[in-house]
DNA sequence: TGCAGCCGAATGAACATTCAATAGACAGAA
DNA sequence: TTCTGTCTATTGAATGTTCATTCGGCTGCA
């Protein structure tokens, strides 16, 4: 993984902020540019258009998602335990990277999003799918698919994230151990 | 409620198909009025700007959900017939209105949502909570915020028919019948 | 005759992208 | 060390395109 080039770090930056703010339109190339700091002719020096510093950006951003799924995943805890980890340790990322959530919201709902119909090659849900898979085949989930499994706990840590972030609905202590223990309650073998 | 006149109709209908497949952006008045079967200017004769039009579509498109919770709210089954008839009820509007699926979720998603903070003086919310308060109150479900159980339900609803509707995956038979009971099995009083 | 509904070419603004010009970094030659 | 040439990185004004919106005029109905 080499390291991102500074202005090219900042201009990604500034999409995700922009994004996040004002969505896909509303966010010209010239604001980009601006709030990152460079002039409009720098950010082609890095990508040949918006549709490939959206496109790069998403991958930037997949990565790091993808990590934290590893890092939860690959312990050798308890399963339950891991699972509520890799709810924590998603829940947390996307809390503290609020417009990386917002992002990927808007992005994967719309036309930039040309993997629509590749969800089992993509490899933060290939993780995501095994975590399940291997729960179900250690009997502690239900019998259900676990791509299935897999994009309802996706789902509802979003959800929850959501719920935070607009600020609509403040989160008392316990409801963040309420919320996974639901989703573990409804998919755990009973 | 007032009949829409034929044209304002097919004007909705048509931005509803193009939002879903391009986005907001992406989306210019010209192929809206195209695609609708009138000239640019016909849409000016009803909606003062795309912004209104995008506006009240919102509503419009609201107003349809909405009768579906209430519909299955106010019957005098056991509650937990009425939960999994409210989560078919929005399952099957959903998908069969896949394209008022992806504008509201893009729209909420967007800058042209400014309802974002008014969470609990939108009606569909407002219903969709009082009918966990019951379930609360009725000692049916775990002695967590409606809200959260409210919000949660409905994305659970959601990311089901997405998974339907990007055809990345085929839910069986089976399926749709365990997925409420995810849903049912973590949310009940154990 | 008047009027509401409708048309679509014309207008101007916003935007993505280009490009000629400048600045700086570095290598080799004197 | 200094000079020279060749890179790459950066700039921002200029360009051409796309788009929302306007408006003068047409149509058919009362």
Same mark, same amino acid.
């Given at each position: 993984?080499?390291?991102? &080039?500074?202005?090219?770090?900042?201009? @990604? $930056? !500034?999409?995700? /902020? %922009?994004?996040? =703010?004002?969505?896909?339109?509303?966010?010209?190339?010239?604001?980009?540019?601006?709030?990152?700091?460079?002039? &409009?002719?720098?950010?082609?020096?890095? @990508? $040949? !258009?918006?549709? /490939? %510093?959206?496109? =790069?950006?998403?991958?930037?951003?997949?990565?790091?998602?993808?990590?934290?799924?590893?890092?939860?995943?690959?312990?050798?805890?308890?399963?339950?335990?891991?699972?509520?980890?890799?709810?924590?340790?998603?829940?947390?990322?996307?809390?503290?990277?609020?417009?990386?959530?917002?992002?990927?919201?808007?992005?994967?709902?719309?036309?930039?999003?040309?993997?629509?119909?590749?969800?089992?090659?993509?490899?933060?849900?290939?993780?995501?799918?095994?975590?399940?898979?291997?729960?179900?085949?250690?009997?502690?989930?239900?019998?259900?698919?676990?791509?299935?499994?897999?994009?309802?706990?996706?789902?509802?840590?979003?959800?929850?994230?959501?719920?935070?972030?607009?600020?609509?609905?403040?989160?008392?202590?316990?409801?963040?151990?309420?919320?996974?223990?639901?989703?573990?309650?409804?998919?755990?073998?009973?």
């Amino acid at each position: 993984m080499e390291p991102i &080039a500074d202005k090219k770090k900042a201009i @990604f $930056e !500034s999409t995700l /902020e %922009l994004v996040k =703010e004002k969505g896909f339109h509303g966010t010209p190339m010239s604001l980009v540019a601006k709030r990152a700091g460079v002039a &409009a002719g720098t950010i082609y020096h890095y @990508f $040949e !258009s918006k549709e /490939e %510093l959206i496109q =790069e950006l998403y991958q930037y951003i997949k990565r790091q998602v993808i990590e934290v799924v590893q890092r939860e995943d690959a312990t050798d805890k308890p399963y339950r335990q891991c699972f509520f980890n890799l709810w924590y340790g998603l829940y947390h990322y996307y809390r503290h990277n609020a417009n990386v959530l917002m992002f990927f919201e808007q992005f994967v709902t719309s036309p930039y999003n040309i993997y629509k119909d590749e969800l089992g090659k993509d490899e933060f849900f290939r993780l995501l799918f095994g975590f399940f898979e291997r729960g179900i085949a250690e009997g502690h989930l239900k019998q259900v698919s676990p791509k299935i499994m897999g994009t309802l706990a996706h789902s509802n840590v979003i959800a929850t994230v959501k719920i935070q972030a607009s600020g609509r609905l403040d989160l008392q202590e316990g409801d963040l151990e309420e919320i996974p223990r639901i989703l573990w309650d409804g998919m755990r073998k009973q």
